[in-house]
């Protein structure tokens, strides 16, 4: 299984980016996914969760309204459209697929969202 996450980048506050995740090797249909982050020093943090169809959704709440998260099962990819970006938003951003109804088995590398003030 490969999950290959993608669109990181440094923009100012207020400003959008969008990112991908890739996957391989799974059926990609049949999985959970989900985006984390992570800043150094501390724990991951959940960030967005989508379920196989897309119909469910799920964010924490300071990315409610500023982060959406979709996927496109004929693409094997999954997104999240991050806008109204904050300072307290920089991290290494990881993307995740899981079969089950909370945890997620497999994850991809990191890509690096940095918002400047």
């Known amino acids: 299984v490969q999950l290959q996450a993608s669109g990181g980048g440094t923009v100012q506050a207020g400003g959008s980016l969008r990112l991908s995740c890739a996957a391989s090797g799974l059926t990609f249909s049949r999985y959970r996914m989900g985006w984390f982050r992570q800043v150094s020093g501390k724990d991951r943090e959940f960030v967005a969760a989508?379920?196989?169809?897309?119909?469910?959704?799920d964010y924490l709440d300071s990315a409610k309204g500023r982060f959406t998260i979709s996927r496109d099962n004929a693409k094997n990819t999954m997104y999240l459209q991050m806008n109204s970006l904050k300072p307290e938003d920089t991290a290494v951003y990881y993307c995740?697929?899981?079969?089950?109804?909370?945890?997620?088995?497999?994850w991809g590398q990191g890509t690096l969202v940095t918002v400047s003030s």
């Open positions: 995740a697929a899981g079969y089950g109804a909370t945890s997620f088995n497999f």
């Open positions: 989508i379920n196989w169809s897309g119909g469910s959704t």
